[in-house]
């Protein structure tokens, strides 16, 4: 069964520096997705996007974060620098289309530790 | 501000019997809602979704909605070990955004 699959699964960075979180979406969808889970704390949503330019965006994207689907196929997020209070799992997912009936995909998650 | 509520929990059931897992949302023009299981450390995995209102199951598993109430729920029958986890209750208002409740931490005992 296909399944959206993310890189690295662990990312430890020193505070300041960028990361580069990658992600590689179900092959038919068209609409990608980050969220973010604090440890203990719910899901929150990022960012969706579609056709090459973000379709929405939260609070909590701001200028210190980018996404960029430089080919066909991975779907990036990046932090320009990071804060101690970006540690945190971040998801993506992916759906087919973005119907109200489609379901998000969820990858397995990068786990971004900021010391 | 876009609310989804569930109760933390945990709620502890014995094993084989019904489990209710309950939510309630803020936004009247919500669409679409979903039930994901989260095992710690890991992905929401999806359970159902639902649109319309009343009941739908899917094997052990019964979704019930009421917009006019803004409440939805998840019943699991013949609860099992393997079905301790988080239950995430997610609302789509829009196409492009979910939003999230917290989660109910549901212990199964054997």
């Known amino acids: 069964e296909p399944e959206v699959t993310q890189t690295p699964s662990h990312q430890v960075t020193q505070m300041g520096q960028e990361v580069i979180l990658r992600c590689v979406p179900i092959?038919?969808?068209?609409?990608f997705y980050w969220y973010r889970q604090i440890l203990g704390q719910k899901v929150e949503f990022l960012v969706s996007?579609?056709?090459?330019?973000?379709?929405?965006k939260s609070e909590i994207f701001d200028d210190q974060f980018s996404v960029e689907r430089p080919d066909g196929s991975n779907f990036t997020l990046k932090i320009r620098s990071t804060k101690l209070e970006d540690s945190a799992m971040y998801f993506c997912?992916?759906?087919?289309?973005?119907?109200?009936?489609?379901?998000?995909?969820f990858g397995p998650g990068t786990r971004l530790t900021v010391l | 501000q876009k609310e989804v509520e569930q109760n933390s929990g945990p709620l502890s059931v014995p094993e084989g019997a019904i489990a209710s897992l309950n939510c309630t949302y803020s936004d009247r023009g919500s669409q679409s809602f979903f039930w994901y299981r989260q095992y710690s450390g890991k992905s929401p995995e999806l359970i159902m979704s639902i649109y319309s209102n009343g009941d739908k199951e899917d094997g052990r598993f019964t979704a019930q909605l009421n917009k006019a109430s803004q409440y939805v729920s998840l019943l699991i029958r013949d609860s099992q070990p393997s079905d301790s986890a988080t239950y995430l209750c997610?609302?789509?208002?829009?196409?492009?955004?979910?939003?999230f409740g917290s989660g109910t931490k549901l212990n199964v005992k054997p």
């Open positions: 092959s038919n969808h068209l609409y």
């Open positions: 997610a609302v789509n208002n829009n196409f492009n955004k979910f939003y």
């Open positions: 997912a992916s759906s087919e289309m973005a119907r109200v009936a489609d379901t998000q995909y």
């Open positions: 996007f579609y056709n090459n330019e973000i379709s929405e």
